[in-house]
């Protein structure tokens, strides 16, 4: 009796230790590198903008981790406004863009996007104006983003309606893992109403369909993309092997189309 005394005694701290490592929750990691980083024209915030990978021609998440300078407390309720600008050597132009949120997300971040149209180059470059109001407290920086990639399978292009003559930028959200199956395919669309302005396009008609052009078949049960607000639109592409797919894509407004051949590449 004794010797199974001393064995529950030993071997209760073991179990207790046991549990409470099963209760612990390790902490999500980001998995974020910095862009770049500045404090305002006038000292007020130190900003450090943020992304999932070297930025690159497309659809970008963008993520904002502000201080005050003052107390170098972070900043989680703000109004925080963006404008990319590229600086050409003959013009500047700006880009899709959308405003985060006012609270940060979950992990601290202010959360927004970009939809870089062209990539940069040593002579041209891409700069990311950001306008804060913290309660009334108000500053601006200005932020070089060293770097806008080429991919080699694209992930944005433009093309011309025959509807209205605009120029509508078509960029490729989803899926960011292709898998074999049923995927998630997203895209946002927008047009430029000028130099300075790039709207959401709203309210398209988008059909899809994927082929493997090196096997000379397509896929099933494809699930055409639908509005879902603020020119993001959402459907399901069936890849049925891996390999090398092309998603066609038709775009068109009041039944007329938008470009012509439209199409993404993804291999995996």
Avoid at 17 to 27: L, M
Avoid at 105 to 113: M, P, S, T, V
Avoid at 183 to 210: C, K, Q, W
Wanted: glycine share 8%.
């Amino acid at each position: 009796m004794k010797i199974k005394h001393i064995l529950i005694l030993f071997l209760l701290p073991i179990f207790f230790a046991a549990c409470e490592k099963e209760e612990e929750i390790p902490e999500e990691e980001t998995h974020l590198i910095s862009i770049a980083k500045s404090d305002s024209e006038s000292g007020v915030f130190s900003v450090d903008l943020m992304a999932e990978q070297t930025l690159f021609q497309g659809y970008n998440k963008l993520y904002f981790d502000i201080e005050n300078n003052s107390d170098k407390s972070p900043v989680t309720q703000a109004s925080v406004s963006i404008l990319p600008m590229m600086h050409m050597t003959t013009m500047t132009h700006a880009a899709p863009f959308e405003n985060p949120e006012n609270t940060v997300n979950e992990n601290g971040y202010f959360e927004g996007a970009a939809v870089f149209i062209m990539p940069g180059n040593p002579d041209e470059g891409w700069e990311l104006r950001v306008a804060i109001d913290d309660g009334g407290i108000k500053d601006t920086t200005y932020l070089t983003i060293p770097e806008v990639t080429g991919l080699d399978e694209a992930r944005e292009f433009s093309a011309v309606s025959e509807a209205d003559g605009k120029t509508y930028f078509i960029s490729l959200l989803e899926p960011s893992v292709p898998e074999v199956g049923m995927n998630d395919i997203g895209f946002t669309v927008h047009y430029r109403e000028n130099m300075m302005s790039f709207p959401a396009a709203e309210n398209l008609s988008i059909s899809i369909e994927p082929e493997m052009p090196s096997m000379g078949h397509g896929s099933p049960n494809n699930v055409n993309p639908t509005h879902m607000g603020n020119g993001h639109y959402k459907g399901k592409v069936n890849f049925t092997m891996t390999g090398w797919w092309r998603v066609n894509i038709e775009i068109s407004k009041d039944g007329e189309p938008i470009g012509n051949e439209l199409s993404f590449d993804i291999t995996f």
